[in-house]
């Protein structure tokens, strides 16, 4: 209600500014010192001349940076109320834009980073994305999708979307010889696959249809039962199956009901950190490049250098990615050495690491009301903290997130850091191992006995790690290692003594 005073703002029906409701602001900094715009980006793929001017807007208007999302998005923040109007005018000037409720309805629409260069892919996904978001955005019917309903459609390929930890995924697969898309619901993985596979050219259609099934049928009196993993607990994948052929009836053919699991090229060998590092295209002699992005957060020097980058070496265009980082796509062989060094001058990491290509964190209690804790600050801190005592040669995910709404998807990490309260230690964590997606797909389980502080979580990271490295097996995984291993076993690792014993 900070936006109240402004001055020609138009109002709702409601009273409240429809800059704050529809048109995408919102106010969730517990500091109060601005609203934020959450900037969707289909596909996570832009112009650079979009970034271009997004990075104008910040630099005159906001904090001078802004955070990649875990939905391959942007997310600018500290807006002052009188500036909210020229923010908004400007970013639709971009084609790119924050409308509807916090753009959370729906959120982004993610991809594989790489979709469309990716030698290995199945398919472009990239045209569904834009296709289903255009949609989506652009009907009022589906704007009363509920909050954090996400989409996600993956393309078969060596950097995986994590679409089945979705609300709605799509997964390309070869059936007969041909590609087709499976249907998963719910974000549990595979125990919730719908049974069917669709054509390409009805895809969009048939999301849809679940959306508004989804909509149509989930509960609306409480707020924290109304995603669709919940309507899964109410509901036989058969029936809601039923209602889903029902919406399509006029539109397309019914999806094709699968007897067995006859899919072939279901999932490519994914590589953990596909999205830091340099990889060859599809399209001869072009190369992409992974750009680490520390915890997603990024200034207006580092945009105005990607843009430059990306112009002057590459094809004119960037892909964000859920993992927090920025691809750089289109650039020739003959210009990979000069786009490294000016990276590397300019603070930002090409290479890949096992450790550091894999720590995601969720905006934090420093611009998120949710949040119960630092959740960027103590991942950089915590990277700092294992990369001065140890190497990891096999990668490494470690996902902080600050509440149980879990933006950062603490369940599907390696290592997974879900934020709590502490009345002896403050600001904590539950930690939770063995989390994983696509092939790998499992949720993580809590091994932590109470809540850990940081300064806790430090030492006893390290020792769960130093573990791994001395009693895996050839080539074995950590989420694999961790598997095996009871949680007694990791609770003892995570005892007072063993903290103090390897603190230091």
Known sequence: ???????????????????????????????????????????????????????????????????????????????????????????????????????????????????????????????????????????????????????????????????????????????????????????????????????????????????????????????????????????????????IEGELSDVIPKPVRLSDNRTEGALAVCSAHPQAGVFPQKQPDLHYIGVAIPVGQISVLQMRLLVDLAETFGCGALRLTVWQNVILPGIPTAHLESVKDRLVEAGLHWRQSNLRSGIIACTGNTYCEYSLSDTKAHAVELADYLDERLRLDLPINIHFTGCAFSCAQHDVGDIGLLAARSAEVGEAYHVFLGGGFGRQRSLGRKVSPVPLSLSQIKPAILRILQAYLEERGSGESFQHFSSRRSRSAFEELLTSDCISQYGK
Request: aromatic content about 4%; hydrophobic content about 40%; proline content about 6%.
């Open 1 to 243: 209600m900070a936006f109240a005073d402004v001055e020609d703002l138009p109002e709702s029906d409601e009273g409240v500014p429809s800059a704050i409701d529809e048109r995408g602001l919102f106010f969730p900094t517990p500091s109060g010192d601005g609203a934020m715009a959450r900037i969707r980006v289909p596909a996570g793929e832009l112009q650079a001349k979009q970034l271009r001017d997004i990075a104008s807007i910040v630099d005159e208007l906001t904090t001078g940076y802004v955070q990649i999302t875990t939905r391959g998005n942007f997310q600018i923040r500290v807006i002052r109320p009188e500036n909210t109007e020229t923010v908004l005018q400007r970013l639709r000037a971009t084609g790119l834009h924050p409308e509807g409720p916090g753009a959370d309805n729906p959120r982004n629409i993610t991809a594989n980073p790489i979709s469309g260069i990716d030698p290995l892919e199945l398919i472009d996904t990239v045209p569904f994305c834009q296709e289903l978001a255009r949609r989506l955005t652009s009907d009022s019917a589906y704007q009363d999708i509920p909050g954090k309903f996400n989409v996600a459609i993956d393309s078969g390929g060596r950097a995986s979307v994590m679409e089945d930890s979705n609300d709605l995924g799509a997964r390309a697969v070869v059936v007969d010889g041909e590609v087709r898309f499976r249907i998963a619901l719910g974000g549990a993985g595979e125990e919730h696959d719908l049974g069917v596979v669709v054509r390409p050219e009805d895809l969009v259609e048939t999301l849809l249809a679940v959306v508004r099934v989804h909509n149509r049928l989930r509960n609306r009196e409480v707020r924290l039962r109304a995603r669709l993993k919940c309507l899964l607990q109410e509901w036989t994948m058969e029936g809601l199956l039923e209602e």
